[in-house]
Nanobody, 124 residues
């Protein structure tokens, strides 16, 4: 059974930083994309960052580029999202997703496996 477990969310003031982790069990990240999405209340799920696990090619949405960094640790089978210079508009539930082999790598429909999410709240 595939499980993606996110951790690292919390509350932080604007300008602060958080690092999210996504650990996989029952699944080995390989020649696929792993991504972070977020969803704020009343809004659609938005892709923020994606990484191709074997080559570490990365992709970011315009709203987070330059502030967020996605990375991976092969040995730990874990993907990270380092979030710096956080803004109140970054407040959302953040989800990890995996299992995409190509296509629109920041589109939710591209991914097969999803975690339960971790809440990030940024206060002004």
């Amino acid at each position: 059974q595939v499980q993606l477990v996110e951790s690292g969310g919390g509350s932080v003031q604007a300008g602060g930083s958080l690092r999210l982790s996504c650990a996989a069990s029952g699944y080995t990240y390989g020649a696929d994309y792993v991504a972070w999405f977020r969803q704020a209340p009343g809004k659609e799920r938005e892709g923020v960052a994606s990484i191709f696990f074997t080559t570490t090619n990365t992709y970011y949405s315009a709203s987070v580029k330059g502030r967020f960094t996605i990375s991976r640790d092969n040995a730990k089978n874990t993907v990270y999202l380092q979030m710096n210079s956080l803004k109140p508009e970054d407040t959302a539930m953040y989800y990890c997703a995996a299992g995409a082999r190509g296509g629109l790598v920041l589109s939710p429909g591209t991914y097969i496996y999803w975690g339960q999410g971790t809440q990030v709240t940024v206060s002004s």
